[in-house]
C-alpha cells in the first residue's frame, strides 16, 4: 500500500521542492514585506507569491509545448505528457498548494476562491499522477489563466493600498480599464476559443482507446465553470468603474 501512494504521489519529485519554495516566499512576503499592511496584509501576501508563479508558469509552460508538439496550431490536446510537462504541472501544484493553505487558514470564507484551488489542483494531480497523458491541453489553458497575473496582481496590491497611498490609488485607477480589458479578451473570449477547440477534439475521440472518458469530461466541466466565475467576476468589476465614472462625473457636474 505504502508503494502505491509513494507511486502516485512520489515525496522525492519536485513538487516538493516547489511547494516549500512557494511557502518560503509566502512567509517572506507576510512576515517581512508586508508586515505594516495592517488587514490587508493577508491577500497581499496571496498576491505575492502569484506574481512568482503567474509569469514564470506562462514562461515554462509555452517552452514544454514548443519543444514537445511538432505544430502549435493545432496542438495535440491528448497527447502524452513529457518530463518537461510533469516539471510545469509540480510547479503550478506547489503554489496552488501554499495558496490553498493560505485561503484555509486565514479566509476560510471565500469558499469561492478555496473551491476553485481544490479544482485546479485536481486537474493538475489527476495529469500529472494518474492519467499521465493531456498535459498539452492543460497546459495551454494555464498560459491563458496566468498571462493576466502579472496585471491582476500589481493591479490588486495597489488597490488594497489605495487608501493609504495616493501614487498606489493613482495607478489603481489608471490601470483598471485597461487590466478589465485585457482580463476580458483573455477570458472572455480566447479561453472560451480554446476550451471549445479542446473539447471538440476529445468529443472527436482523439483520446479513445488512450484516455479515460472520466478525466477528460472531468476537466471540461471544471474549465468551463472557471471560465464563468471569470466572467461574471469581471463583468461586475466593469459595472463597478462604471458606477464609479458615473458617480465622479456627477459630482464634476
Not at 505504502?2 to 509566502?26: K, Q
Not at 484555509?104 to 476562491?113: E, G, N, Q, R, S
Request: aromatic content about 16%.
Amino acid at each position: 500500500m505504502a508503494m502505491e501512494i509513494e507511486s502516485l504521489f512520489p515525496f522525492n519529485s519536485p513538487l516538493v521542492s516547489f511547494t516549500l519554495m512557494f511557502s518560503a516566499i509566502y512567509c517572506f512576503g507576510y512576515f517581512v514585506l508586508l508586515k505594516k499592511w495592517g488587514s490587508a496584509r493577508y491577500e497581499a501576501s496571496s498576491c505575492f507569491i502569484s506574481l512568482f508563479h503567474g509569469l514564470p508558469a506562462v514562461i515554462l509552460a509555452i517552452s514544454s509545448l514548443i519543444k514537445s508538439q511538432k505544430n502549435l496550431f493545432p496542438l495535440d490536446f491528448p497527447a502524452e505528457n513529457t518530463s518537461f510537462h510533469d516539471l510545469v504541472l509540480e510547479f503550478s501544484m506547489g503554489y496552488f498548494i501554499i495558496d490553498l493553505l493560505h485561503y484555509v487558514i486565514f479566509i476560510p470564507k471565500d469558499v469561492l476562491f478555496i473551491a476553485h484551488h481544490l479544482a485546479t489542483l485536481y486537474v493538475f494531480a489527476t495529469c500529472r499522477y494518474i492519467v499521465h497523458q493531456g498535459a498539452v491541453s492543460i497546459l495551454g489553458l494555464l498560459v491563458l489563466a496566468e498571462i493576466t497575473s502579472p496585471c491582476q496582481n500589481t493591479w490588486s496590491l495597489a488597490r488594497f493600498r489605495r487608501v493609504d497611498s495616493p501614487e498606489a490609488a493613482r495607478y489603481y485607477e489608471f490601470l483598471s480599464p485597461y487590466f478589465f480589458t485585457f482580463y476580458s479578451v483573455v477570458r472572455g473570449i480566447l479561453g472560451p476559443l480554446y476550451t471549445l477547440k479542446m473539447g471538440a477534439a476529445f468529443v472527436s475521440g482523439a483520446a479513445d482507446g488512450s484516455m479515460p472518458k472520466w478525466a477528460w469530461i472531468s476537466w471540461i466541466v471544471v474549465i468551463v465553470t472557471a471560465i464563468w466565475v471569470s466572467i461574471l467576476w469581471v463583468l461586475n468589476l466593469w459595472i463597478g468603474l462604471y458606477k464609479t465614472r458615473v458617480n465622479l462625473l456627477k459630482k464634476v457636474t
